[in-house]
């Protein structure tokens, strides 16, 4: 399975959400099992009855946009060093 189907069947590990900008996060392997990351960024927003999304941003969405980056890449980092502890604590 190549990697751009998994991102798309994969769920994610991780969602931030503020005022409807959601940042997802998917861990993904590469075809020698090592994971990586990769962060989704949507907005979401009611047309009529109905909610749909989009990764287009206005001016106002911007700061939350920036914001929820930040938070996705916080939980980056902690995942990537969950998977670290793991690993050095198979290793004992």
Same mark, same amino acid.
């Given at each position: 399975? /190549?990697? &751009? #189907?998994?991102?798309?069947?994969? #769920?994610?590990? &991780?969602? %931030? /959400?503020?005022?409807?900008? =959601?940042?997802?996060?998917?861990?993904?392997?590469? $075809?020698?099992? +090592?994971?990586?990351?990769? +962060?989704? %960024? /949507?907005?979401?927003?009611? $047309?009529?009855?109905?909610?749909?999304? =989009?990764?287009?941003?206005?001016?106002?969405?911007?700061?939350?946009?920036?914001? +929820? +980056?930040?938070?996705?890449?916080?939980?980056? %980092?902690?995942?990537?060093? $969950?998977?670290?502890? &793991?690993?050095?604590? $198979?290793? #004992?």
């Amino acid at each position: 399975m /190549t990697n &751009s #189907k998994q991102e798309t069947s994969n #769920k994610p590990i &991780s969602r %931030i /959400t503020l005022k409807g900008i =959601t940042a997802s996060v998917f861990r993904n392997e590469t $075809d020698k099992g +090592v994971p990586f990351f990769k +962060v989704s %960024i /949507t907005r979401t927003f009611k $047309d009529g009855k109905e909610f749909r999304s =989009t990764s287009a941003f206005n001016r106002d969405d911007l700061p939350l946009v920036g914001e +929820v +980056v930040r938070r996705a890449w916080l939980e980056v %980092i902690k995942h990537e060093a $969950d998977e670290a502890s &793991s690993k050095s604590d $198979d290793a #004992k």
